[in-house]
Structures are given as C-alpha cells and as structure tokens.
T-cell receptor
C-alpha cells in the first residue's frame, strides 16, 4: 500500500520556468511533510518542509503548498535553473516514537537551457 | 566535516557472502536509520534506532542485522547475500524520534554478482 503518491514521474522544464511536483497522501495522522532533493551519487537532502497548521511555506525559490482537506501538497520551484536538475521526493510522517518517513516514488526533474 | 558518513561507498561481492556497512554521524543526534533505495529509486525505511535502542524494524529479512554500539554509530550486517539485496543503502540521523528532519549519508552501493 503506497501511502504517498507522487507525480509526475519525470518533468522537463525550461530555464526560468516553474517546476511543479504534486503529492497526495492517505494517512490523516501525517503531520510533517518534507521535500528532499537527490543528486546522482548523493543522499537525499532536506529541501523544505511543512506542517499542516499552515497552507504555504516559502524558502527562496522553493514553495510548498499544502491542502489539508484534499490531502495534497506540492512543491513549486520558481525560476528553475539547470542546477535544480535532480530527483525530488516528497515524504510524510506522523508524530510518535516509532514514527517513520514514508516517501513518494520520486520525480526526476530536468531543467534545460 | 561530513555530518553522516558511510563506509564503504561501493561494495561488490558474490551471492552468499556476508558483508557490513558502517555509519557514523557527528550531529549529536539521538536517532539513526537505515534505508534501502532500489533500482527504481524507491526509498524505504529498514530500521531505526533511538539512543541505541531498536524502535523500527520494517519486516526486513533476518539476514539483515543492525547494531548500534553508541548513539553516533549504526552498522548494518547482512548475511548470506542474495541478488535482490543489490541496492543503495542509506544511513540517516535525526535529532530525535517523531516528525523531525532527517539528514542522510551519501549511500553505499551494494552490487551482488
């Protein structure tokens, strides 16, 4: 059972454009929604995260939009750059000692010149 | 200074062998994890330790045995390696349990011949 569904699987965006990646979750107990960026040969790196008490969080060119009622959240990358080309993972977790991150299936983003 | 470091980076071995992967974090975190990333880049948690105590064991075959000698180290020993064990294994750490940011190492690529 995949608890976090991510789309699209791959995305090609021109330099300067907006990249949008979407995720949907099923477990209403989730209360933490991070996005990770992974470059080839490297581990995932935390990019930005949101908790359900806010509907949007912005850090530089990266914005998370969160819709609690729809159980969806998305990552927007403004002014996309070739250096943003990477695989992006959404994830979710709930509170508690045995809490674990459940990852989406990843989106491979390519930003062209 | 590398925050979460894993050794070795690459591991090539034959089916049936036993191998270990080591992980160390210098972030002062209490919680450490092992993840498996398969060929389709899907990330799945295997184990989690908090202050040397096992708190998550995600139905992983008992050929996999984690060990945490102290809260800064988490090792993974794999017995009787199988072809399906080929993957990238990531170690991660977080300040504590629950919904907290996780910091990943750069992974160990395990290839079974």
């Amino acid at each position: 059972q995949q608890q976090v569904k991510q789309s699209p699987q791959s995305l090609i965006v021109q330099k300067g454009g907006i990249s949008i990646i979407n995720c949907a979750y099923e477990n209403t107990a989730f209360d933490y929604f991070p996005w990770y960026q992974q470059f080839p040969g490297k581990g995932p790196a935390l990019l930005i995260a949101i908790r359900p008490d806010v509907s949007e969080k912005k850090e530089g060119r990266f914005t998370i939009s969160f819709n609690k009622s729809a159980k969806q959240f998305s990552l927007h990358i403004m002014d996309s750059q070739p250096g943003d080309s990477a695989t992006y993972f959404c994830a979710a977790s709930s509170s508690g000692t045995a809490s674990k991150l459940t990852f989406g299936t990843g989106t491979r983003l390519q930003v062209t010149l | 200074d590398t925050a979460v470091s894993q050794t070795p980076k690459y591991l090539v071995t034959q089916m049936g062998n036993d191998k270990s992967i080591k992980c160390e974090q210098n972030l002062g975190h209490d919680t450490m994890y092992w993840y498996k990333q398969d060929s389709k880049k899907f990330l799945k948690i295997m184990f989690s330790y908090n202050n040397k105590e096992l708190i998550i064991n995600e139905t992983v075959p008992n050929r996999f045995s984690p060990k945490s000698p102290d809260k800064a180290h988490l090792n993974l020993h794999i017995n009787s390696l199988e072809l399906g064990d080929s993957a990238v294994y990531f170690c991660a750490s977080s300040p504590g349990t629950g919904s907290q940011p996780q910091h990943f190492g750069d992974g160990t690529r395990l290839s079974i011949l």
